[in-house]
């Protein structure tokens, strides 16, 4: 290696570097604050672990982690009951070019998604709460369970399908014991998905929840804005540990989240 | 009996698509129907009983104010697209090319940030803007400045925080086509003579164009309609287009008002992103004739 370029190897180690940094420091402090001795949020003041047993205590936290948890289960179950049955049921007629129709959430934005639902809720007059939310939450879901699913369903070998049916296996049992294990890792890669996308929406569970319904991402702006306490630095910190588990069961799972964007 | 036979005849056909059809029930009705309706409401008449069609809503947006508001959701989604993809490249190119150990791990930090909940990465920036934050107190105790400088709710704060959420979608798309690169064509390209800046212009930044292309579209599209930072870290002093919109549908509860401007502001983000892609086209295509 000449000098020039070992040099310029550096420079461009460096600015990796810093973009790492860039990346970690404020995630660092905020876990740092949360085991910070003060109520003010933001001056050091001395180690403790009260904003825990706080937040463990804390009705508010709790109800909102339960509203995100049946939210996320429901729209999982939802989307991946219905994205699968679309793949292997529409993908073989004339249905198919239809399933052009669910790229669509991800190419809008997701605030005109929101304000559509809104609208349409309150057209028909739909009480808002956990119903509509599941209901918003599936159709994300949707948008990445069936690009994933349907992009990893043309991979496999359709003489699979036909010779297990040769075989004298009826359509259901070619279902449970061929397509569905060959499909298992797309499918518990979408599932993970869209569970963590459902935990993190904000923009359409704002408008989609109405007044009482508060899940987890809404508590955590209300706090910013009304005036926050370390509860809020505790909670993100064991959302960050989930996060991490999350990523490296997905990362396990050998599916790229970049792999199915259109 | 009749009916049930006919019944199980559907169950056991080839292909019985009527499974299929609960997706796209769902997809039609809470996705196309809603926007059809946002569509509706921009032309419905509010006047009262005479419920008929106008543009009224839409000559209301003529006010220079909307104009102002959608400049700067422009300004900010633009100059977020591209300076989240220009520092996206050079990270997706190292890891692609130059790291060998700690490559997983390095990764996985990557990755990590696209999981972690939006929400808590803006709260995070808090600690490091406020006026006691990590900024101000480094600065102060070094004595580069002798009072704390404001760096909340300014647009600075709005950009830094919407690069750093973005950054990781303009890294992944770029990296996994980086990473699919036959690294045998950067040595052909040296052997036959190339200069390696000949090689980047030439061989792999046209290589590239599909994921660098794709970057820019997934931060363009939702920082165009962002509304959460600009809330947070701009204090509500300036509007973006999404705190206008949610103005509209949950405050003042003017759907027709609020509907013609998500259209109006939907036309304005497809004419950018068709003027985008054009831009992109033509200049992958310069990069690869170049000498």
């Not at chain 1, 420091?25 to 876990?31: S, T, W």
């Not at chain 2, 190292?94 to 791990?105: E, M």
Request: proline share 4%; glycine share 6%.
């Amino acid at each position: 290696m000449t000098g020039r370029s070992s040099m310029s190897y550096y420079c461009f180690t460096f600015f990796i570097a810093l973009m790492y940094l860039f990346l970690y420091v404020p995630i660092i402090v905020l876990v740092l604050f949360s085991f910070n001795d003060s109520t003010f949020p933001y001056i050091w003041k001395g180690f403790t672990l009260r904003w825990y047993s706080e937040l463990w205590h804390s009705h508010e936290v709790w109800n909102a982690i339960s509203n995100s948890l049946i939210v996320a289960f429901s729209s999982v179950v939802l989307s991946i009951t219905m994205g699968i049955l679309a793949v292997l049921y529409g993908s073989r007629n004339r249905l198919a070019q239809l399933l052009v129709l669910f790229y669509g959430t991800l190419a809008i934005p997701e605030i005109v998604v929101a304000v559509g639902l809104l609208s349409f809720f309150s057209f028909f007059s739909i009480p808002f709460g956990l119903t509509t939310l599941i209901a918003a939450h599936t159709l994300l879901g949707l948008g990445y369970v069936v690009p994933l699913i349907y992009g990893r369903y043309r991979e496999l070998d359709y003489a699979l399908t036909e010779a297990s049916m040769d075989l004298g296996a009826t359509r259901a049992q070619t279902f449970y014991r061929i397509i569905i294990p060959l499909l298992a890792p797309a499918l518990l890669a979408s599932a993970l998905l869209v569970f963590v996308i459902s935990l993190d929406d904000f923009i359409i569970s704002f408008f989609c929840s109405g007044a009482s319904t508060q899940t987890l991402p809404m508590y955590i702006f209300s706090m910013i804005r009304s005036g926050t306490t370390p509860v809020v630095n505790a909670l993100s910190t064991g959302l960050l540990v989930v996060s991490s588990f999350l990523v490296l069961l997905f990362s396990s799972l050998n599916i790229k989240k970049v792999d199915m964007l259109p | 009996m009749r009916a049930e036979t006919g019944f199980r005849s559907i169950f056991k056909q080839e292909l019985p698509f009527f499974w299929a059809t609960p997706a796209f029930v769902w997809q039609v009705l809470f996705l196309y129907i809603p926007l059809f309706l946002v569509l509706i409401y921009s032309i419905l008449g509010n006047a009262g009983l005479s419920e008929y069609l106008t543009l009224e809503h839409y000559t209301a947006l003529l006010d220079p104010m909307y104009a102002a508001i959608l400049l700067r959701s422009f300004m900010l989604a633009n100059v977020n697209a591209l300076l989240c993809t220009l520092l996206a490249f050079p990270v997706a190119y190292y890891l692609a090319f130059f790291v060998t150990r700690f490559k997983n791990h390095l990764i996985f930090f990557l990755i990590l940030p696209f999981w972690i909940s939006f929400m808590v990465q803006i709260y995070a920036w808090f600690f490091v803007l406020e006026k006691h934050g990590l900024i101000n107190s480094l600065l102060l105790n070094l004595g580069i400045i002798s009072q704390p400088i404001h760096l909340l709710n300014t647009p600075f704060a709005i950009y830094l925080v919407m690069i750093y959420c973005y950054v990781p979608f303009a890294v992944m798309p770029i990296y996994s086509t980086l990473e699919k690169f036959d690294k045998r064509l950067l040595e052909a390209s040296a052997d036959l003579g190339a200069t390696p800046w000949q090689t980047f212009l030439r061989v792999t930044l046209p290589l590239s164009a599909l994921g660098i292309r794709t970057g820019f579209f997934l931060v363009l599209v939702p920082s165009f309609g962002e509304f959460v930072i600009p809330t947070l870290l701009g204090g509500g002093k300036q509007l973006y287009v999404g705190s206008l919109i949610s103005h509209y549908f949950l405050l003042a509860r003017n759907f027709n008002l609020g509907a013609s401007f998500t259209c109006v502001s939907g036309i304005v983000l497809i004419i950018s992103g068709i003027s985008w892609y054009l831009l992109f086209r033509w200049a992958f295509n310069l990069s690869r004739r170049a000498q």
